[in-house]
T-cell receptor, first 112, second 113 residues
Framework: GNSVTQMEGPVTLSEEAFLTINCTYT??????LFWYVQYPGEGLQLLLK?????DKGSNKGFEATYRKETTSFHLEKGSVQVSDSAVYFC???????????FGQGTELSVKP | EAQVTQNPRYLITVTGKKLTVTCSQN?????MSWYRQDPGLGLRQIYY???????DKGDVPEGYKVSRKEKRNFPLILESPSPNQTSLYFC????????????FGNGTRLTVT
């Protein structure tokens, strides 16, 4: 079936450190891939997306590349800030019913 | 402002007492969905709706009902809540069943004692 697996958190980094949050997926067909971010007390917001293999999504300094050969969509940022502290969800979209399947979320905590 | 509005934000209730969580969106979206968020499990889809009067089960529909009588509203109904329905609930909407982004409400934290 279709599923998403993220690295477990929490991830704790110092300000300006490099961030990688791993995400791998299994899917039939050609899914679209997403990263959503959830700030404390809020709903999820779309961070970035990629709709086909080798596409790179980017936003607010975050990047992720759709790697079909490794079925991965790892999230990276070169220099994190305290304001990036949040929970990050990797997700894939399958065509049946417009469903979005989420990973379990990775909590990121950035210390000054 | 384009938004998805859920009410209430917090709700504490007792086992068996019927409750409704409301959801409304002002973006004229066809597609709406309910998710529950539990630690270690991410978000799991409860029900979704492709359009008015069209609803379908997600991955964890047991114990829940929904209705879609108007395009903007998609209430979640718990006829007889149980403690295992204690969770954080999110309503979301998008333009259609395609891969356009989901817009989420701010969540409803439900506790069933």
């Amino acid at each position: 079936g279709n599923s998403v697996t993220q690295m477990e958190g929490p991830v704790t980094l110092s300000e300006e450190a490099f961030l990688t949050i791993n995400c791998t997926y299994t899917a039939t067909g050609y899914p679209s891939l997403f990263w959503y971010v959830q700030y404390p007390g809020e709903g999820l917001q779309l961070l970035l997306k990629a709709t086909k293999a080798d596409d790179k999504g980017s936003n607010k300094g975050f990047e992720a590349t759709y790697r079909k050969e490794t079925t991965s969509f790892h999230l990276e940022k070169g220099s994190v800030q305290v304001s990036d502290s949040a929970v990050y969800f990797c997700a894939l979209h399958v065509n049946q019913g417009g469903k979005l399947i989420f990973g379990q979320g990775t909590e990121l905590s950035v210390k000054p | 402002e384009a938004q998805v509005t859920q009410n209430p934000r917090y709700l504490i209730t007792v086992t068996g007492k019927k409750l409704t969580v409301t959801c409304s969106q002002n973006m004229n979206h066809e597609y709406m969905s309910w998710y529950r968020q539990d630690p270690g499990l991410g978000l799991r889809q409860i029900y979704y709706s492709m359009n008015v009067e069209v609803t379908d089960k997600g991955d964890v529909p047991e114990g829940y009902k929904v209705s879609r009588k108007e395009k903007r509203n998609f209430p979640l109904i718990l006829e007889s809540p149980s403690p295992n329905q204690t969770s954080l609930y999110f309503c979301a909407s998008r333009r259609g069943p395609n891969n356009s982004p989901l817009h989420f409400g701010n969540g409803t934290r439900l506790t069933v004692t």
